[in-house]
Structure formats: C-alpha cells, structure tokens
C-alpha cells in the first residue's frame, strides 16, 4: 500500500464513507491484528491512556507538521510519535531540507487528517500528508491510537501498523 490506504469506498447516498469505518476496512482487507477498545470521549493522549490501560509511551501521537523549503513549496507531515514525547520540529525541518518548521493551523491539519483533533490516525490518508514515526513508538508491540472517533480506539499489532502505513522512519523527538 506504500503508505497510502486504499479509496473510500462510497455509502449507499454516494457520499465517502466514514473515516472510522475506512480504517476498520482497511485493516481487516490487510489482515492487521488489532482490537478495539470503548471508552468515554477524550482525545488527550495522557487521559486516554489511562482509560485504554496502557503506557502513555504506547499511545500514537499524531501531529500535522507545515514544512516551507523557500519561499514556494510548502509539504506537509503527519509526524507520529509516543504519546509521552515532544515532537523536535527542528528535526523534521531538517529532515525535509526545509527553511521553516511549524504546528499546521488545526483547520488545516483537520483537512488534511480527515479527523478533528484528538481523533488524527497514524495513517496518511491524504496525498499531500508524508508519514514520519519516530522509531521509540515502533519498539511496543502494540501501538494505540484513538480510531477517528474519541470514544473508540484501536489496538494495533506494531507490525501490521509498519507494513500497512509504510511511514518514513526517522527520530523526530526530543527529551522532554
């Protein structure tokens, strides 16, 4: 899939499918191992943690990055990281051999994610999103994350999350 999942596939009214349902699609066309897990609505990677009983270190925390090389080109990143680390912009700048680093606006990183914030999947669904995880997140066996939605997230076995999202595999984080 190279990084990029399949279409959505469109509901009975023509309309795309949910982004919720897509994953799960996705994911089970691909043969992941994951589970889902119910909770109340929360989108704060710490506090639902807790809820799911996991290491906050588990926990995928996504994070749309703008990145300018010059004054014309400007890309974009879905840099995702544990849910106890600090994004080190200046490492994705440099990565990206970009002049300037910052947090997308979250209208922008919204439309691009596809979700509202708290609810951004590991996964590039959008062409201009390039996917980057920190290698730390890739040492669980399990990654978590919440699943488009803030009261259901999924388990995912760490090795279907590599093999399906196929993200770029750099250390984006600082100590915090």
């Given at each position: 899939?190279?990084?990029?999942?399949?279409?959505?596939?469109?509901s009975?009214?023509g309309?795309?499918?949910?982004?919720?349902?897509?994953?799960?699609?996705?994911?089970?066309?691909?043969?992941?191992?994951?589970?889902?897990?119910?909770?109340?609505?929360?989108?704060?990677?710490d506090?639902?943690?807790?809820m799911?009983?996991?290491d906050?270190?588990?926990?995928?925390?996504?994070?749309?990055?703008?990145?300018?090389?010059?004054?014309?080109?400007?890309?974009?990143?879905?840099?995702?990281?544990?849910?106890?680390?600090?994004?080190?912009?200046?490492?994705?700048?440099?990565?990206?051999?970009?002049?300037y680093?910052?947090?997308?606006?979250?209208?922008?990183a919204?439309?691009?994610?596809?979700?509202?914030?708290?609810?951004?999947?590991?996964?590039?669904?959008?062409?201009?999103l390039?996917?980057?995880?920190?290698?730390?997140?890739?040492?669980?066996?399990?990654?978590?994350?919440?699943?488009?939605r803030?009261?259901?997230s999924?388990?995912?076995?760490t090795?279907?999350?590599?093999?399906?999202?196929?993200?770029?595999?750099?250390?984006?984080?600082?100590?915090?």
């Open positions: 899939m190279n990084g990029e999942l399949k279409d959505a596939a469109a009975p009214d309309r795309p499918a949910e982004l919720y349902e897509r994953l799960i699609a996705d994911l089970d066309a691909a043969g992941a191992r994951y589970r889902l897990i119910d909770h109340p609505a929360e989108g704060r990677t506090l639902v943690s807790a799911r009983g996991h906050v270190a588990h926990a995928a925390k996504c994070l749309v990055v703008m990145v300018k090389a010059g004054k014309k080109r400007t890309r974009y990143v879905l840099a995702v990281v544990p849910g106890d680390a600090r994004l080190d912009l200046q490492a994705v700048k440099d990565l990206l051999d970009g002049t680093a910052a947090f997308a606006g979250r209208e922008k919204e439309e691009l994610a596809g979700s509202v914030s708290g609810t951004v999947l590991p996964f590039g669904y959008h062409p201009r390039e996917v980057i995880a920190d290698p730390a997140l890739l040492r669980a066996p399990e990654l978590y994350f919440n699943a488009a803030l009261d259901r999924v388990a995912l076995h090795d279907d999350y590599r093999r399906i999202a196929a993200p770029r595999v750099a250390p984006i984080t600082t100590a915090s």
